[in-house]
């Protein structure tokens, strides 16, 4: 049996159909019918040849989130059943098929079971950026009730979520943002900085006595982390940063007592290592968006497999909210 799937052939290519044979499924692996999948900034850098880090040659199959249902399982699986909705990040890198096609096999460690309350659309949205915003708040920061928390480019794809995410784990939560934003992080509840017009000394000083933040979430990079590290808390605060990736001077941070961390999340897909902590991120995760914690920032357009070409245009330009392609 054969299933259709989008492939790149070249960098910056045009996505073209394709048919491939159905692959046997095995040991702990899933079939998994995709009904949506997400488009992040990253699978628009794989897509231009300038992810390195990815490991994903072209031509390929790209994209790493998904939702969709349970089709067929490995004579192991025990988690899930035919016929369940399920969701995660489950490939697009390291060699591997990517979710812009009909059907999946994945390991099942990477799914968890879908939230009742979203739709497959929404629930496309959530895998990357939750499991990055998870491991830098919960796994390396250990974010908990009483402190305080700043989030760079809270308007942002990992940034949204990460919002939430402190919050329901207690901390009071900033975010830096463009004026023009402002809204959508006062929404998700959190206090907006405008980073263009206060310096990182006064929002230090207006935001926690001077003290600064128990944890920072750099979501942006470059001159962004190295503020980070002059707005952490003496001797006890942690920044965290999944795009870490320049050269940075640590004097600042340890002047100050403070320590860092970095994010990597597709580690668990390259190396095959722990990812299983995937799938309980994402289950953890449905917990928070049935109790109404947790809610993905949508952009506007309805894409079909006949846009997938404007999807990733859309995603290279900058848009507000994540962009699905939905099968």
Known sequence: MKFKAWRVESPDGEFREVEFLRPAVEGNQVLVRISASGVN?????????????????????????????????????????????VYGMVGGVGGQQGTLAECIVVDADLLAHKPKSLTMRECAALPLSTITAWEGLADRGKVHAGQKVLIHAGAGGVGHVAIQIALAFGAEVFATVSPDKKKIVEDFGATPIDYRATSVEEYVAAYT?????????????GGTLDASFAAVRRYTGHVVSCLGWGSHTLATLSFRG??????????????????????????????????????????????????????????????????VVEL
């Open 41 to 85: 900034p990253l699978d628009t850098k794989i897509r231009a040849g300038k992810a390195a880090h990815a490991q994903q040659p072209l031509p390929a199959v790209l994209g790493l989130d998904m939702a969709g249902t349970v089709e067929k399982l490995g004579q192991d699986v025990t988690a899930f059943a035919v016929g369940d909705e």
């Open 209 to 221: 006595d001077g003290k600064g933040f128990d944890i920072i979430y750099d979501t942006v990079g």
């Open 258 to 323: 403070g320590t860092y961390s970095g994010v990597f999340t597709l580690l668990p897909l390259l190396t095959g290592e722990g990812r299983a902590h995937h799938g309980e991120i994402l289950t953890q995760a449905a917990a928070l968006v049935e109790a109404g914690k947790l809610r993905p920032l949508l952009n506007d357009r309805h894409l079909s497999t006949a846009e997938i070409d404007t999807a990733y245009a859309l995603v290279a330009a900058g848009p507000l909210g994540k962009v």
